[in-house]
């Protein structure tokens, strides 16, 4: 199953509501224990989610484009950054998390951004 690492600006019911409706999914969020330190450099975010192969979720649209190209030019790689639609309620975001969660293999989302929503 696919392993998230929540943004620290994604709010924290995002990963109480997800761990509820599937117990056995790896959530981490940026501030955590085993997570990068909150304030962490998105670049350094990417990193830390290619050595650990967890999906970033982010509401970042503006720079995170920038920083994966940078990542990527720099010969590395990223197990995929899922970012939150901004016109779905958190409902639907969730749904959607859920869903991607449930029937993704392991590759599907490598070097990509995804734009929530995937099947509306």
């Known amino acids: 199953m696919l392993k998230y690492l929540m943004d620290e600006n994604v709010d924290t019911a995002y990963s109480k509501q997800l761990k509820n409706q599937l117990p056995e999914i790896t959530i981490l969020k940026v501030g955590d224990l085993d997570a990068p330190d909150r304030g962490t450099l998105d670049p350094d975010i990417l990193i830390w ?7 970033l979720i982010t ?10 190209k940078d990542h990527l030019a720099q010969n590395r790689h990223i197990p995929g950054i899922i ?3 901004s016109r779905l ?12 969660a449930q029937v993704s ?4 989302y490598k ?10």
């Open 89 to 100: 309620t958190m409902g639907e975001n969730l749904a959607e998390l859920l869903l991607i």
């Open 59 to 68: 509401n970042n649209r503006a720079s995170m484009p920038g920083h994966l």
């Open 105 to 108: 293999f392991e590759d599907d």
């Open 49 to 55: 989610c290619e050595a650990k192969s967890f999906i």
């Open 111 to 120: 070097d990509q951004i995804i734009n929530l929503p995937l099947t509306f």
């Open 83 to 85: 970012t939150l639609g």
